[in-house]
């Protein structure tokens, strides 16, 4: 038993005879605490306070994970002595959530080992086509591209402007390198979105103004008091429309694979009952 465990069992159990503790002494060492007919052993503190940077802290991580437990017990001893039968039958709420626990840690696993998680682009296009009316906006989204760097770099942004503005291969290629050597934050993917909310709070735009700029295919360069902004807000989507495919993606790819976990179980699930069923593994009387 370590030093600090050695000296809160000097302090905890004062109250205690020599004869008590070696009375009750087992397997898990001296017991150091008691509630009722529950006992506290060393080997039940063992590594608390271990990782304290000072001795003190040591003794009061043990002292205080002695008093926690002394009050836990004491409360759940309280309780099982004042609830009515009724508010008592744990063993059947323990056992069902056992079980349910063991189903849930199995079908997890065999989910981890056996299920196909790579759906393709097709197997996207054709749900969200399929269910488009289920994708209905909530809010506005805005189709925008930005570099967001430090005002006190001050470089110059003619270049990057024209990259931002005239989109090819070339000229992506470009940005993509301004962008890994200046920038603090970018999104120059011709493909993103973004709600209201997502906007205001990457941009500035309460301090510009510009709260009518995601409404309208357009440029724009913004400041605050640290960063400069390039963003091109290139479409938009208002609420009550269909959300754009590229939107919702992460949504789809999780309803399919949901759906595909769903139709595996099931699977599992009956070969299990016909399995055991040809195997006289069980019978009803």
Same mark, same amino acid.
């Given at each position: *038993? ?46 608390? &306070? ?15 994970? /002695? ?6 017990? $004491? ?18 709420? $323990? ?48 189709? *925008? ?42 999104? /120059? ?12 709070? /990457? ?18 360069? *913004? ?12 479409? $938009?989507?208002?609420? &009550?429309?269909?959300?754009? *495919? ?10 399919? $694979? ?28």
């Amino acid at each position: *038993m370590n030093t600090v465990v050695r000296f809160i069992l000097c302090m905890t159990l004062t109250f205690n005879s020599c004869s008590t503790i070696t009375n009750n002494k087992t397997e898990q060492g001296n017991p150091i605490a008691r509630v009722y007919e529950k006992y506290l052993y060393e080997s039940d503190v063992e590594g608390v &306070g271990k990782g304290a940077a000072k001795p003190e802290d040591s003794v009061l991580a043990v002292k205080n994970y /002695i008093d926690a437990w002394i009050r836990h017990n $004491l409360i759940l001893h309280y309780a099982e002595e004042n609830l009515s039968e009724k508010n008592t039958d744990l063993e059947k709420q $323990l056992t069902d959530y056992r079980e349910s626990l063991t189903v849930f840690y199995y079908e997890k696993e065999l989910i981890k080992q056996k299920l196909d998680t790579v759906v393709d682009e097709q197997e996207i296009t054709d749900y969200y086509k399929k269910y488009i009316d289920n994708f209905e906006l909530k809010t506005a989204v805005s189709k *925008m591209r930005y570099v967001m760097f430090p005002k006190s770099l001050k470089i110059k942004t003619d270049s990057a402007t024209v990259w931002m503005k005239k989109q090819n291969e070339v000229n992506q290629s470009k940005l993509r390198n301004f962008c890994i050597d200046n920038a603090v934050k970018y999104q /120059i993917s011709d493909s993103s979105w973004f709600s209201i909310d997502e906007l205001t709070s /990457i941009l500035p735009l309460e301090e510009n103004n510009l709260d009518n700029a995601p409404y309208n295919k357009s440029y724009q360069t *913004m400041s605050d008091s640290a960063y400069q902004y390039l963003v091109s807000f290139d479409d $938009l989507k208002l609420k &009550g429309n269909a959300a754009p *495919m590229q939107y919702v993606r992460k949504d789809i790819i999780n309803i399919i $694979l949901n759906k595909r976990k769903l139709a595996y179980l099931s699977t599992i699930h009956n070969s299990i009952y016909e399995d055991a069923l040809q195997n006289k593994k069980f019978e009803t009387y």
